[in-house]
């Protein structure tokens, strides 16, 4: 390659200045540093490439297999621990329900003994005031024909006084106690 001074600018040597910068310097295999350098770093890039693949992506790969190995145990305990949780929600569903069969049978029980209860003293205060009111009765009944047969003989005495004032004489009693008799017959009350 030519050099071209500052001062004589030939032609020529504007053309091959033209022509240089027309390619681009990085891609001039004729430069011996661009060699060098392309030599370089395909070394450099064989011995990355080594190192990598013999020693760095083991102990990544080695780790992945970790953690992979750590997340599928972690996954198993989880189902696990989700079947054991959906088993005693189960459990505990059907323990509550059998507990609220359980309270409503005694519930429903308790509710047929009180009524059971009721209505056996129910019975014996109806049989005890049948008892009483049959003894009442029976003392009104003896009260009455008592009172009936006083009032006849009141009805017979005031019946006998009123004849008496009327007529000024004394009454013949058997034939008022024969009317009373009528009277009180005719009301019932004989």
């Known amino acids: 390659m030519k050099r071209c001074g500052l ?6 040597c ?15 295999f004729g430069n011996k540093l661009l060699t ?5 770093g395909a070394l450099i890039f064989l011995v990355f490439y080594l190192l990598v693949s013999r020693w760095g992506l083991p102990k990544v790969g080695a780790i ?4 992979a190995d750590t997340i599928a145990r972690d996954l198993d305990q989880a189902r696990a621990a989700k079947s054991d949780a959906d088993q005693a929600v189960a459990e505990l569903t059907a323990a509550r329900r059998a507990a609220y069969a359980q309270s409503q049978a005694a519930i429903a029980d308790a509710a047929l003994k009180a009524k059971t209860e009721a209505a056996a003293r129910s019975a014996e205060q109806a049989a005890r005031l049948d008892a009483q009111l049959a003894q009442s009765e ?4 003896t009260a009455r024909a ?3 047969g006083a009032l006849r003989e009141v009805a017979v005495d005031a019946a006998s006084a009123v004849v008496a004032r009327l007529t000024q004489r004394a009454a013949d009693e058997a034939r008022v106690a024969n009317a009373v008799g009528q009277v009180l017959a005719t009301r019932g009350l004989a």
Do not use: N
């Open 64 to 67: 992945l297999e970790m953690r």
């Open 7 to 12: 001062a004589g600018a030939s032609a020529a």
């Open 138 to 141: 029976a003392r009104i009944a």
């Open 146 to 148: 008592a009172a009936m």
């Open 36 to 40: 060098a350098q392309v030599i370089w």
């Open 14 to 28: 504007l053309v091959a200045s033209a022509a240089h910068a027309e390619t681009m310097p990085q891609l001039d």
